[in-house]
């Protein structure tokens, strides 16, 4: 029995980094001269669960299921649901961003900044919350589409990025589902960063 929980822990944690990066569209070369770069976020394609459901329907049923279990809980849940993109995720994937990019080639890297000549749009299309139960656990997993554009002509994209299922965990337990999906937003913006340095070296 301990061979198994061994085993199955094992590759859980094997499985839970792997991630699928496609460019689409363009190469990083824009990047080379850029001091500044923005950052704007997009949950408006959002789905969710193997289902893909819509962020709607996901909320409405995790908030009867909490209910069910714990009146009043699910409506607890909702409000750190609600919160969760300005609070964690967002910052999580623009701390990993200039961690790996923005420090190693001095660039600025902000919501908001309006003087880049570039934007980046970081469109979370699917997400899977993940479990904990302390023994065994499943990663969150984010997939997002990331398109540079101009900052002032937002049509005009000049690369495109798919990335899928960014795997998000912490050593330990972490009981969190938002928690663990910023993980996932940093995995996705750590891979990227280190991209875009190894490819403009």
Known sequence: ???FLFAALLFASVTGFAQDVKIKKGDFSFLKDQKELN????????KLMKENLTEAQ???KRVNDLNEKDRGNGNIWKKKWVA???MIWNPKFLELLTKTYGKEKDVTIEEG????KYTLIVDAVWIYPGWDAAIMKQPAKV???L???ETSNKSNVIME?????????QWGSNFSNESRIGEGFAKTAKTIGKMIVKKLK
Do not use: C, N
Request: overall charge negative; proline content about 6%.
């Open 143 to 145: 997939s997002t589409v």
């Open 147 to 149: 398109r540079f554009v």
């Open 39 to 46: 950052v704007e976020f997009d949950y408006s394609h959002l």
């Open 1 to 3: 029995m301990k061979k």
């Open 113 to 116: 900044l309006a003087t880049a």
């Open 84 to 86: 969760a993109p300005q």
């Open 161 to 169: 990025i798919e990335t899928e299922e960014a795997p998000g965990d």
């Open 58 to 60: 996901y909320v409405e």
